[in-house]
């Protein structure tokens, strides 16, 4: 039986190896994801013919209902709460690790790690972190869910000292682990528990609401590695691994936003900016005034135009337009426009998140384009049609060293011959910033909800 359950084990991660590797790509991430599934019931079936499990019982039920939670929320959930959703989910993996954690301190001969008085010291140095990167990821998620969700300010909530005080704690964090480590004391062991919590809350809550999706994927990498704490604690190696490949995946992933804002993981811990950006505007900007145009404006210049590129952004995922978007871009081609697609890395709340949107209006993978592969073709586009960006087009973030994302790659927009502008208003982005691109020449804005514009544009196309 350990011969069998070991090579189910290593099967199992082979198939969560390569469920990553399809989910990297739309064109694979169905087969991503059936491998994906099926990696986890040959783990769930080989973990409960362990020698070590008792009774199928409440195991089985545990599956059925969490399961039966999971697949109602699959069916419900929009495309714009992944995000938040994913916060929800980490702070439940957290929580399991403190759980089991806890079970193990108190019950060790149940683990095989030892008596109570009379744990391994391995053991108990793996339950002390696992317990305490358990109980920063449940309260850390739960500040960043409620963030996303909009029931907590997006805004940075900073006071004078924190960083300080965070390094204080995180110090005293690690004497009482090392403190545990050494005395098995129980006490000490609720201290580390009720210090992490606090930890959570307090390194979370001061990161604003355009930092959030980084550290979405930041806690998804805590989790991963809570899940491996866990594993070692079980003594089970599929946990371990699939621990490691979620913590090392979602630490891949932080790096990968960060560069794609051109900031430093640890800039955005220690200076998280934006959240709550203005719902309107006046259209002033100094002496200047936006051009605000129609639908029949737009459809007459996209209708004249030999190249046009669409640059969606998180208002299309809200206003769920990615289908009104392909009707008129199909409109376009049969009037002989060539059109392509742009994708900023941080468009939306998370890397891929409008990739998987055209994916499910059947956009053409090949055109679709990330920016270091189209920003040089703005410069000969007739019209660029911007929906639901903001950000990341903002020019300031090349020519304002004051700005908060100075430094952050942009889409190159205000170099095509007009830029149409689809948003709700003339407000501030989710950074908090204003876009200077609004008041540009080129650009004409058209305020209204992306899928509203769009489908009066499609109109305005037919007739």
């Not at 081609?333 to 060539?338: A, F, L, P």
Request: proline share 3%; hydrophobic share 50%.
């Amino acid at each position: 039986m350990p011969m069998i359950s070991g090579f189910a084990h290593l099967a199992a991660s082979v198939l969560f190896i390569l469920a990553l590797r399809g989910l990297s790509h739309p064109e694979t991430a169905q087969r991503g994801l059936t491998y994906g599934v099926v990696g986890m019931i040959l783990a769930v079936v080989t973990t409960l013919y362990l020698p070590t499990v008792g009774s199928w019982g409440l195991t089985i039920v545990g599956v059925l209902v969490g399961g039966a939670i999971g697949a109602y929320i699959a069916r419900k959930i929009e495309m714009t709460a992944l995000p938040q959703l994913m916060a929800a989910f980490h702070s439940l993996v957290g929580l399991a690790a403190v759980l089991v954690a806890s079970a193990a301190f108190s019950n060790p001969e149940a683990y095989g790690i030892g008596t109570s008085g009379d744990i391994a010291i391995v053991s108990l140095v793996e339950m002390a972190l696992g317990v305490a990167i358990g109980a920063v990821t449940f309260t850390g998620s739960l500040i960043a869910w409620g963030k996303l969700q909009g029931t907590l300010s997006g805004k940075p909530f900073t006071f004078e000292g924190q960083h300080a005080l965070n390094a204080a704690l995180g110090f005293v964090l690690v004497t009482l682990i090392v403190m545990f480590c050494n005395s098995e004391s129980g006490f000490l062991f609720f201290l580390i528990i009720m210090l992490a919590l606090l930890m959570g809350v307090l390194m979370i809550i001061p990161i604003g609401g355009a930092d959030m999706p980084v550290i979405v994927s930041m806690l998804n990498s805590y989790s991963g590695w809570a899940a491996a704490g866990i594993g070692f604690t079980l003594h089970n190696n599929l946990l371990i691994v699939t621990g490691a490949l979620v913590g090392a995946s979602g630490a891949i992933l932080s790096y990968i936003m960060c560069k794609g804002m051109n900031r430093s993981f640890l800039n955005v811990v220690l200076g998280g900016f934006g959240g709550d950006a203005a719902s309107g505007g006046s259209g002033d900007h100094g002496d200047r005034q936006a051009k605000i145009g129609s639908a029949e404006d737009a459809a007459f210049i996209m209708k004249s135009a030999g190249k046009v590129i669409i640059v969606p952004g998180y208002g299309m995922a809200v206003a769920q337009a990615q289908h009104v978007l392909r009707e008129m871009v199909d409109a376009l081609k049969e009037e002989g426009v060539e059109v392509k697609y742009a994708i900023h890395p941080v468009a939306g709340r998370m890397p891929g998140h409008m990739n998987v949107l055209l994916a499910e209006a059947n956009v053409p993978y090949d055109e679709v384009f990330e920016l270091e592969d189209i920003n040089r073709d703005f410069a000969q586009a007739d019209v660029v049609y911007v929906i639901g960006a903001n950000d990341i087009t903002n020019p300031s973030a090349k020519s304002d060293s004051s700005s908060p994302i100075y430094g952050m790659p942009v889409l190159d927009v205000e170099k095509a011959k007009t830029v149409l502008f689809v948003k709700r208003s003339l407000g501030s982005g989710y950074a908090g910033i204003d876009n200077p691109l609004f008041y540009a020449d080129n650009t004409l804005m058209l305020l209204d909800d992306a899928k509203k514009m769009t489908e009066n544009i499609v109109k305005a196309l037919e007739d």
